[in-house]
């Protein structure tokens, strides 16, 4: 009889690495799939935002207004660039001598 119960046991505790076995399997299935179609999604709708101009010429404006944007930046940039060079110069005269 304790024989029989201790196999018993035995499958029980089998069965449950089973059932949680395949469970882990099934979420993990499950997740993949819903992280995959997430990222689908994604990318469609970056897809579908790209090309917002409607014309030629509408781009054409906007890359330039983009542009006009980039080169003020890098104007503002360039100068404070020179400021440090000549305060690179003075200091180096002054620490020559």
Same mark, same amino acid.
């Given at each position: ?42 990318? !469609? $709708? +970056? @897809? ?5 101009? #409607? *014309? ?22 360039? !100068? $404070? +660039? @020179? ?5 690179? #110069? *003075? ?7």
């Amino acid at each position: 009889m304790s024989l029989n119960l201790d196999q018993m046991r035995k499958e029980k505790v089998k069965n449950q690495k089973i059932f949680w076995f395949l469970t882990f399997i099934v979420g993990s299935v499950a997740f993949g799939s819903y992280y995959y179609n997430l990222e689908e999604q994604t990318i !469609k $709708n +970056v @897809n579908s935002q790209l090309g917002t101009c #409607q *014309t030629p010429e509408e781009a054409y404006r906007e890359t330039q207004k983009a542009l006009h944007l980039i080169s003020a930046q890098l104007n503002s940039g360039m !100068k $404070n +660039v @020179n400021k440090l060079k000549e305060y690179d #110069q *003075t200091t180096r005269k002054i620490f020559k001598k």
